[in-house]
């Protein structure tokens, strides 16, 4: 184990699996930086938010493409480049630009598995950035995974800490399915023990972030640190929560979620998108629909409001779940009669 | 320089307010009390304004997230803005968009945008709109040299060529889009012989200076208006600061920051201009700069003071009605 950062752990991830598999390429805007300039030397960038820093020293500019501002033709050559072969993991800033590249996401690389009667593959990753918490207003802020989450074909990780964040990428990379993978730009800087060497997490198989009696928090990403501090505010008044992180949205492990309800009676789903047709509502369902005799109070969604997310701080705020509300909606499926 | 007295006084004002905001805000980020991303437009003061000075109220523009320049340029509220860039509840936009999403409808301003690549079509939408009401309003969409790599942008370029519509896609090379060098990522020779492609009529010109841009545009924009379709401009122009606050730089040049604000400085290139043609005294200019100088500290001043957003507005203005 060594003390990594989320992403360290990222980049880690990416030259393990570079150095294993030579399929293996990088691409996206600014993912090495200054490729082809006159004036500098490739290198001094590594990815807006750092994660492919240094990859081109070892790899080189084969295995490192910087790419013009061309989402639609990053996400695009990437699944062509997976359907011939390769494993491309291709970034793209934030997810508010999948906009542009969605039709090559959700008509192309999502079913070619399906529509070619099984006989393609498009290991392809995409990896993006999600979350607000900057102050980067409505078009940088958003939180896409409910979105891709509902299209079959594709699977969805989302790492809430640096362990994970190593562990789900290396098996992104490995998995023969198209991954759209969110890091949320807040978590960056967090640190924590990563596993040295080869380190896969496998999907849908969610981890046991906290044990306790009095409720279920299911969560991802950002939100589950939000659940750590509402839990052990909670706990000081003797109430206690499973908290359980899905790590992966798509495949869904349904049964950890289900195993944890049936045995706290009560369910809050938490998330920074807004509510409808949610990952929270999605869950939510799930739970409604199979350990429906198990609820002892309403199950409870903590999410993010019908719209989209704002530039000011006080309005931001209000827009992402915070502790004080997970608390408040655990505290009140605890005490309904 | 046909221009009138009270013409250059206008442009240079413009221009100027358009610095001192920036440099105000370059001061002020540092302090950490302009929240989220925001990208300066210093050095390219020439473009916005060159552009904008042969617009009317009754046209449109798109701009950028590079976007304070040409919003300004618009006539936008300078006040308003810089309430704006604050997070304040009575910023032009209520605090909801921040520096890349300033917008006034009144003005023809349809906004700053966070997509590069995303106004394009939409100020094809609105030469489409000014067609069918046939007033002669043109659109213009300001983009880097990156956003001519957008997909959407070479689509909305043939719409408007086959439809000849009063579109004119305006394109400033700063030669980077974040810390790429638009040699590597622009395959055809320029941006302009790209354009040239789908038969619209294009020009390469100097954006260092104001009379330059504005005397391009001014005859682009009147065939634009008379009905003889869209057209574009690449002007070669710089950015005084990093992509970002922050940035530092070091895919530029040595010395090619130095050396541009040395010899293309827009500002001082229209001020050397006006006063050595004796069309504007010394006096004038700094009569001129104290008034943009209590401008932007009004600005600030009520930026300051004004008060923040109140939290439940956050599901406010979402729709018209639901
Ligand atoms: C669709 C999209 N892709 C990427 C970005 C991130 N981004 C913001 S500005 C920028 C560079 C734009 O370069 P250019 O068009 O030359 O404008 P400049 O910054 O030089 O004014 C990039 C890549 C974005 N905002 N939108
Ligand atoms: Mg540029």
Redesign the pocket.
């Known amino acids: 184990m060594t003390e990594k950062t989320y992403r360290e752990a990222l980049t880690d991830a990416l030259f393990l699996e570079m150095r294993r598999d030579e399929n293996v390429f990088v691409m996206g805007?600014?993912v090495v930086g200054g490729t082809g300039s006159p004036h500098a030397e490739p290198g001094f960038v590594g990815g807006?938010f750092g994660v492919t820093g240094g990859l081109h020293e070892e790899f080189g500019l084969d295995r490192c493409i910087d790419m013009p501002?061309s989402?639609a033709g990053i996400a695009g050559t990437a699944a062509g480049a997976a359907l011939a072969g390769k494993r491309p993991v291709a970034e793209?800033?934030?997810c508010?630009?999948m906009?542009?590249c969605l039709d090559q996401l959700m008509n192309q690389a999502a079913k070619f598995r399906y529509m070619f009667g099984g006989k393609a593959t498009c290991p392809m990753v995409l990896r993006t950035t999600y979350g607000a918490g900057m102050n980067a207003a409505s078009?940088?802020s958003q939180s896409l995974h409910p979105l891709v989450t509902a299209i079959p074909g594709l699977k969805v990780a989302m790492p809430s800490t640096p362990a994970d964040a190593k562990g789900l990428l290396s098996t992104a990379i490995r998995d023969d399915d198209p991954v759209i993978f969110f890091e949320h730009k807040t978590l960056y800087t967090i640190s924590g023990d990563v596993p040295d060497g080869e380190y896969l997490v496998p999907f849908g198989k969610a981890r046991m972030v906290s044990e306790g009696d009095d409720c279920t928090l299911v969560a991802t990403g950002r939100m589950i640190s939000f659940c750590e501090n509402a839990a052990q505010a909670l706990a000081d008044d003797g109430i206690t929560c499973d908290i359980i992180d899905p790590r992966t949205t798509s495949p869904l492990d349904e049964d950890a979620i289900l195993d944890s309800v049936e045995k706290t009676g009560r369910l809050v789903v938490v998330d920074e998108t807004p509510p409808r047709c949610s990952f929270a509502s999605d869950i939510a369902a799930l739970a409604a629909g199979e350990v429906f005799s198990s609820l002892k109070a309403p199950i409870k969604q903590i999410t993010g409001p019908h719209s989209p997310v704002p530039f000011a701080k006080e309005l931001e705020s209000e827009f992402v779940p915070s502790p004080t509300k997970i608390r408040d909606a655990v505290a009140e499926v605890v005490n309904f009669k | 320089m046909q221009l009138a007295r009270e013409e250059l006084e206008q442009a240079y004002k413009q221009m100027k307010t358009i610095r001192e905001f920036e440099e105000h805000l370059h001061r002020e980020i540092m302090t950490g009390s302009i929240p989220g991303f925001t990208?300066l437009?210093a050095g390219?003061e020439a473009v916005a304004v060159g552009v904008c000075e042969n617009l009317t109220e009754a046209d449109f523009i798109t701009s950028?997230?590079?976007g304070h320049g040409h919003c300004i340029a618009k006539g936008c509220d300078v006040i308003g803005m810089m309430k704006e860039l604050y997070g304040k509840a009575d910023g032009l936009c209520k605090g909801k968009g921040g520096s890349?999403h300033v917008a006034d409808m009144d003005v023809g301003m349809l906004g700053a945008n966070?997509?590069?690549?995303?106004g394009p079509p939409l100020a094809t939408g609105a030469a489409l709109a000014a067609k069918l009401d046939g007033k002669g309003s043109v659109a213009v969409s300001f983009?880097?040299?990156?956003?001519?790599n957008?997909g959407p942008v070479f689509e909305s370029m043939n719409i408007a060529a086959i439809l000849n519509l009063p579109s004119i896609f305006v394109y400033?090379?700063?030669?980077?889009?974040?810390h790429?060098h638009?040699d590597y990522v622009i395959a055809s020779e320029s941006i302009a012989s790209r354009v040239e492609g789908f038969g619209i009529h294009t020009v390469k010109a100097n954006g260092f200076d104001f009379f330059e841009v504005h005397e391009v545009m001014k005859e682009l924009i009147t065939k634009a208006r008379e009905g003889n379709g869209p057209c574009a401009v690449e002007f070669e122009t710089t950015?005084f600061y990093g992509?970002f606050e922050g940035d530092p730089q070091n895919y530029r040049a040595k010395d090619e920051l130095k050396d541009d604000r040395e010899n293309n400085d827009c500002i001082t290139i229209f001020k050397d201009k006006v006063t050595e043609a004796g069309l504007l005294s010394d006096d004038d200019i700094n009569k001129l700069d104290e008034e943009v100088n209590s401008l932007i500290e009004e600005s600030v001043d009520q930026a300051k003071k004004s008060p923040l957003p109140n939290p439940e507005d956050v599901t406010t203005d979402v729709y018209v009605s639901y």
Request: charged share 25%; aromatic share 10%; glycine share 16%.
């Open positions: 805007e600014d807006v501002i989402e793209i800033m934030f508010d630009f906009g542009l078009q940088h | 990208h437009y390219q950028t997230h590079r890349m966070g997509i590069v690549g995303g983009g880097g040299d990156g956003s001519c957008q400033e090379n700063n030669r980077y889009s974040e790429t638009c950015r992509h």
